[in-house]
């Protein structure tokens, strides 16, 4: 069944929600959201867990577009031509509602979607559950300048530092579109675990200063890190998919049952919006919340 949601949300620029989802939070129907071209992606994926992230990362993309436009979740138009040979597996971009960015990114269990308006974004998730070799990728992932610093590290803080580099390189590569074409090692990033800004980028100096990083409140055992191109002090607003789903379903609910009410719809404007940890209202997201 294909959910239908009837709702005018707020998403204000300015403001940056990460929406969160699980493998566990996929149903068969989510399946029926998908284009031609994610079957056709989906029905490649062979690895345990692929198809998971993959159809919850389609679902998120739908139900939030679909929340902020009001388009049915299995219309929304998503483009997601890669910028260097044109395949189907591209940042994903959405041909409604204007001025929309989103970023996803999958990880283990969790699926995460960074949504603003009018602001380039990149969000990276990555777990830490020790089956990737980290330090042996140092090399790939730290510039020059970053190798002292690391060479300094005890044994067993090198595996973190890695990750949270390419937590905050990969992000900011998303952010830009450039993806892993353009080498994590001619970015440097200052403080990666704590407080991350960008020091250098190869190339491009303006994103020095046009780029903001924020480190995420991530899942236990995961690193995350929003990459946003814009001017600083977006606010972060966090999510969960269930809430998103349930809210697209009581919209559709509330649609039918009340069209023409103007409470109804000034109720579902309050419902979507994400409520600050002082607000100290639970259900739409979690406390995970923060600036950049
Ligand atoms: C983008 C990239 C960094 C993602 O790395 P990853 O560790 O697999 O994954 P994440 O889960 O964090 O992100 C994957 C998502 O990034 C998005 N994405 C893909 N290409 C992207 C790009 N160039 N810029 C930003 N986001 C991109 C997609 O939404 C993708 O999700 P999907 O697989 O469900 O479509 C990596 O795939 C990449 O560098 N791609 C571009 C270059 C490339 O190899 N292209 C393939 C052949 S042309």
């Known amino acids: 069944m294909r959910a239908v949601v009837d709702m005018n949300p707020e998403l204000p620029k300015g403001t940056v929600h990460v929406w969160w989802g699980t493998v566990g939070d996929v149903r068969a129907h989510h399946r029926d959201l ?12 062979r690895r345990d867990g692929d198809a998971a992230r993959f159809v919850m990362g389609c679902a998120l993309i739908r139900l939030a577009v679909a929340g902020y436009t009001g388009v049915a979740p299995g219309e929304v138009p998503v483009i997601r031509e890669c910028d260097g040979c044109g395949g189907p597996h591209g940042k994903p971009r959405v041909a409604v509602g204007g001025s929309i960015e989103l970023s996803l990114s999958h990880a283990g269990e969790h699926i995460a979607l960074a949504v603003a308006r009018e602001t380039p974004l990149g969000i990276d998730v990555e777990s830490d559950d020790g089956t990737i070799d980290l330090p042996r990728l140092a090399p790939r992932v730290l510039s020059s300048a970053e190798v002292p610093g690391y060479a300094e590290l005890a044994e067993s803080e090198r595996r973190h530092r890695v990750l949270s580099v390419w937590t ?9 579109g450039d993806g892993l074409r353009f080498p994590m090692n001619r970015l440097g990033v200052a403080d990666p ?5 960008l020091t250098h980028w190869e190339g491009r100096p303006w994103l020095v200063e046009e780029m903001r990083l924020t480190r995420l409140d991530a899942p236990p055992g995961y690193a995350a890190v929003l990459a946003v191109l814009g001017p600083p002090g977006s606010a972060v607003r966090h999510g969960e998919f269930a809430h998103l789903t349930a809210l697209a379903e009581g919209h559709g609910r509330a649609a039918r049952s009340a069209a023409t009410s103007r409470a109804a719809s ?3 404007a309050t419902l979507f919006t994400l409520p600050t940890p002082a607000s100290g209202s639970a259900s739409a997201g979690t406390s995970r919340s923060g600036s950049l």
């Open 34 to 45: 998908l284009g031609e071209q994610e079957r056709e992606r989906l029905a490649q994926l």
């Open 168 to 176: 905050c390189k990969e992000a900011a590569l998303k952010a830009t």
């Open 193 to 197: 675990e704590g407080a991350p800004r």
């Open 266 to 268: 000034a109720r579902s």
